[in-house]
Each structure stands twice: as structure tokens, then as C-alpha cells.
């Protein structure tokens, strides 16, 4: 089966300028986190939907941080604007709807902000 | 927020050493999940665990779920080059929206 798709790959910016990263689930998974992966960190979560819905968002940092599911499959996460902190590796996965079903992560989008 | 304490932080070992490393919480998690990630990459599926005493192997790593609900560790056996990289330990909380909370890594360091 395909993977998790996100892209950019990588994203260069300056502080205050904004960015967007673009996530497509596996095909069937209802469940879908966006991670925030600081250098030398484990991932840490930011959000999860389900379907098209937010489970939780209490570690998104929301004056900044902005994210939509809205047809249920693909996935946003949008900083606006960004700071020198947010530097850091943004990691999509995905999962099926089951109590501890194992997630699938994406290759994530790089991100420097300079 | 939860936090999963992982160690050690770091390993250096001899080709063909066995590793071991662990995770403990204060807190009961239903599930643990170990992954590998790989420079560039985002974090790949090792082993899952979802019984408290459950010991499961994949090829030469075993890893086990803690009677108490709040450890597990990863054992590595005959290391080979390929296990170069970073491990994660990782937990669903028991009560909540069942996020997956993650250690802080081990990273893996192998001299031929």
C-alpha cells in the first residue's frame, strides 16, 4: 500500500513569513497527527483528526499554528507567522480507527526558519 | 504534558554486540510501541506491545511490556551495521484521546 505522502520535503523561510505543509493520509485511515520534531527531540504531537474532526489540539500552539482536515482525507498544518522555535522536522501519520493501532508516519517536511 | 523517560541516550557499541534499551512512565499506558528512525526519514514500526507482561520478537529484537504498565524495554541481539539509527519508545495513554506519546531516543551508534 502507499505510504504517507507530505510534502515539502524541506522549506526555508524567514521569521515572521508563513508556511504550509501538506499531508496525504493512507488510504483508508481515519485518524491523522500532525507531529512537531525538534532536533535531538522525540516527535511531539500538536494534532489529531478524526475524519475531518480535531481529537485534540492542546499542545497546538494556536496564535500560529492553524490546521484543516476538511474533507476527511488530506491535511494542512499552516504556521503563520513563523518564529526561529519553529524550526524543526513536521511529521504527518496516520492510523486506523482502533485502540492502539500502530501509526504510520510520512517523511516528514524540514523546516528553517532563518 | 506526559513524558516517556528513555535510556541511555546514546549507545557505541562493537558489531555484532547485543543491545538493550528501556522506557518508564509515571503514568499506566495500555500500549507500547517501539520505532526506528532513520536520518532524513520519520519514525518505522518495530514492534508492537498491548498486554501487560507481553514479551514479542521481530527477527533479533524482542521487547516486553511491563507487568506494571509503566516500562518496557527493547533488546537487540548480534547487531549488524543497519541497526545504525534512532529508537523511540512510544505509549498510548490509558485514559484520554489515546495519543501516542514518545521517549526521547536512543540513539544507536555501531563500530565495524
Known amino acids: ?114 | 504534558g506526559q513524558q516517556l523517560n528513555q535510556s541511555p541516550q546514546s549507545m557505541f557499541i562493537q558489531e555484532g554486540e547485543d543491545v538493550s534499551m528501556n522506557c518508564t512512565s509515571s503514568s499506566i499506558f495500555n500500549t507500547w510501541l517501539w520505532y526506528k528512525q532513520d536520518p532524513g526519514e520519520g519514525p518505522v514500526l518495530l514492534i508492537a506491545l498491548y498486554k501487560a507482561g507481553e514479551l514479542t520478537s521481530n527477527g533479533r529484537l524482542t521487547a516486553q511490556f511491563g507487568i506494571t504498565r509503566k516500562d518496557s524495554f527493547l533488546n537487540i541481539s548480534a547487531s549488524i551495521p543497519s541497526d545504525v539509527g534512532i529508537y523511540f519508545c512510544a505509549g498510548h495513554q490509558i485514559q484520554g484521546a489515546q495519543k501516542l506519546v514518545f521517549g526521547q531516543g536512543t540513539r544507536l551508534t555501531i563500530n565495524p
Open chain 1, 1 to 114: 500500500e502507499a505510504g504517507v505522502a507530505q510534502s515539502p520535503r524541506y522549506k526555508i523561510i524567514e521569521k515572521r513569513q508563513s508556511v504550509a505543509f501538506w499531508c496525504n493520509p493512507i488510504s483508508g485511515h481515519a485518524t491523522l497527527y500532525w507531529y512537531q520534531q525538534i532536533l535531538g527531540q522525540g516527535p511531539k504531537l500538536l494534532i489529531q483528526f478524526q475524519n475531518n474532526g480535531v481529537v485534540d489540539d492542546s499542545q497546538l500552539p494556536k496564535d500560529r499554528f492553524s490546521a484543516e482536515r476538511l474533507k476527511g482525507v488530506d491535511s494542512t498544518l499552516k504556521i503563520q507567522p513563523a518564529k526561529l522555535e519553529d524550526s524543526a522536522v513536521y511529521l504527518c501519520a496516520s492510523s486506523l480507527n482502533m485502540p492502539g493501532a500502530g501509526y504510520t508516519f510520512g517523511s516528514g517536511t524540514r523546516l528553517t526558519v532563518v
